[in-house]
């Protein structure tokens, strides 16, 4: 939203019953409320943009009951809307190479729901990044900090197996200028930093950073094997993490340096995030 408003667009937000929007109006958004599991709400949210932005997903499961519902039925129900109010855009964002992965959930209602963007006839641009390298909030902020203060990166990859990854803020502005950028129309877009790295590449690449040994750690052990049998979220980020060591997740960036402007460094993600958890200063600006 931020970066919408940075380019001085009017924004429109939709948040669910219940949840905290006190932040939004000081940055000048409007607020309705509405869910997209309720489509009679999202007729009225749609009401008179030039644009829908998407980025919303049950998967993450935020709240109690949230499933990957959201993501299959509720983007559904988002296209209907947009189709129903005559949107003039819909920019998705999607997950990189999602459209290879059948059996990871997540990555496979991404790949429906551009499809069915595409059935409907309703004018879309998809976004496809690769994994976020950023300073996450709540409790994964901590989990993180921790296990960077440990020595330990958490990597998806390992044996030398290279993975894209990208700052979340690089996402947010490809996303902003997708609303208008004419040449995006109907195209699915990878986005992602200059080069893909292996888990043992991020590793190295902490270490210079920080000054000090850092040791890779994967997410793919024994423990998260036996949970994946009683927690299907735990499944879908299994069968995510199996996917990353097929390869197949890395972007092709030449279309987003033609149209989103140069391709961003891998180090320079990696460097904010550091920031952003306290790791390395911020040099005040000036
Ligand atoms: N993390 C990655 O590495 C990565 C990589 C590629 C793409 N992506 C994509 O990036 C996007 C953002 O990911 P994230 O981790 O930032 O997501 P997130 O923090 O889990 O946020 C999800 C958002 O969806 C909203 N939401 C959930 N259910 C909803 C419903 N039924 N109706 C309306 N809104 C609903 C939530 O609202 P509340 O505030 O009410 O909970 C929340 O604002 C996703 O589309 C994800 O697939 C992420």
């Not at 409320?33 to 998967?59: F, H």
């Not at 330990?152 to 609303?179: C, H, K, N």
Request: charged share 25%; net charge positive.
């Amino acid at each position: 939203m931020r970066a919408l408003r940075a380019r001085g667009k009017v924004v429109r937000a939709l948040v669910r019953p219940g949840s905290d929007a006190s932040g939004l109006p000081k940055e000048g958004v409007e607020i309705v409320r509405g869910d997209m599991l309720d489509p009679p709400s999202l007729t009225n949210a749609m009401s008179g943009v030039s644009a829908v932005v998407s980025s919303a997903i049950g998967y993450s499961r935020r709240r109690k009951g949230d499933s990957l519902k959201t993501d299959f039925d509720g983007n559904r129900n988002l296209v209907d809307a947009a189709k129903r109010s005559a949107v003039p855009r819909f920019v998705f964002l999607s997950i990189l190479a999602c459209d290879q992965a059948p059996n990871v959930p997540h990555f496979w209602a991404k790949k429906v729901t551009e499809d069915f963007l595409q059935q409907q006839g309703v004018p879309f641009v998809s976004l496809r990044p690769g994994a976020f390298l950023g300073a996450p909030s709540g409790r994964y902020r901590e989990w993180m900090l921790a296990g960077l203060q440990k020595g330990q990166v958490m990597g998806m990859t390992q044996g030398g197996v290279r993975m894209t990854y990208i700052a979340p803020d690089e996402v947010a502005r490809a996303l902003a200028m997708a609303v208008d950028e004419p040449r995006a129309l109907g195209l699915r877009i990878d986005l992602g930093s200059d080069r893909p790295l292996s888990g043992e590449e991020l590793t190295e690449l902490a270490s210079r950073l920080l000054h000090r040994p850092m040791r890779l750690r994967t997410m793919s052990g024994g423990g998260m094997r036996l949970a994946a049998l009683f927690s299907p979220g735990i499944r879908g980020m299994l069968e995510m993490t199996r996917f990353f060591q097929t390869g197949k997740y890395v972007a092709d960036t030449r279309l987003q340096g033609e149209l989103f402007g140069p391709v961003p460094k891998v180090e320079d993600a990696a460097h904010r995030m550091l920031q952003d958890l306290g790791l390395l200063p911020v040099k005040a600006a000036g």
